[in-house]
């Protein structure tokens, strides 16, 4: 059964303190793992795709990192600005559709 | 910018009623998907079509359809609203071809009493 896991749920950080999100997925035949950032109230934002392992994007203060069963989502020296919810959402394959984690909820204290 | 609109942001029914969420698209899209989101559960698939006039169900679609007439358009309809369906209900969309990247709509936020 296809699975995906974030963690930590919750994670506050200090203004400047870089962390990292875990995605860890159970998914045969990976076609690909998204990352979205939602704020509250409102729709998930497109960040990254990743496809295969070893691949890295980094947009901003953000740098995904993908291996074969999990992903990570690092944040270096976060602002305030940072504070959302972070998804992640392997694709499974023949699904034109993406399997959502539950989401890390991201707090950067100024 | 892919633009993803939803017709409310916020609705309130009384349980029995249909209800009927929209979603429109303007960047010519051929995929459009409804999901519901609740806490601690994430986002949850409910119906996709992949062209007009054509519809799959998603890993929740009990208590829902879909429909979707033209290729910009993609209807959600609760044919009898209960209160386990009080939820955010986003919509996205995607092209068939290429990245695959689902563009999210601003939501709908969902309360049936």
């Known amino acids: 059964e296809d699975q995906v896991t974030q963690s930590p749920e919750a994670l506050r950080l200090q203004e400047g303190e870089s962390s990292s999100l875990n995605c860890s997925y159970t998914v045969s035949g990976l076609r690909g793992l998204f990352w979205y950032r939602q704020d509250p109230g409102k729709g998930p934002e497109f960040l990254f795709t990743?496809?295969?392992a070893g691949e890295e994007k980094e947009k901003e203060r953000l740098k995904a990192t993908l291996t074969k069963k999990e992903s990570f989502l690092h944040i270096t020296a976060p602002k305030p600005e940072d504070s959302a919810t972070y998804l992640c959402a392997p694709q499974r394959p023949g699904a034109n559709n993406l399997f959502f984690g539950t989401g890390t909820r991201l707090t950067v204290i100024p | 910018d892919v633009k993803v609109t939803q017709s409310s942001r916020y609705l309130v029914k009384r349980t029995g009623e249909k209800v009927f969420l929209e979603c429109v698209q303007d960047m010519d899209h051929e995929n459009m998907f409804w999901y519901r989101q609740d806490p601690g559960l994430g986002l949850r698939l409910i119906y996709f079509?992949?062209?007009?006039?054509?519809?799959e169900k998603g890993d929740i679609p009990e208590g829902y359809s879909v429909s979707r007439e033209k290729k910009e358009r993609f209807s959600l309809i609760l044919e009898s609203a209960s209160t386990n369906q009080t939820s955010m209900y986003l919509c996205a969309s995607s092209a068939r071809t290429g990245t695959d990247t689902q563009y999210f709509g601003p939501g709908t936020r969902l309360t049936v009493l």
């Open positions: 079509s992949y062209d007009v006039k054509m519809k």
């Open positions: 990743l496809y295969s």
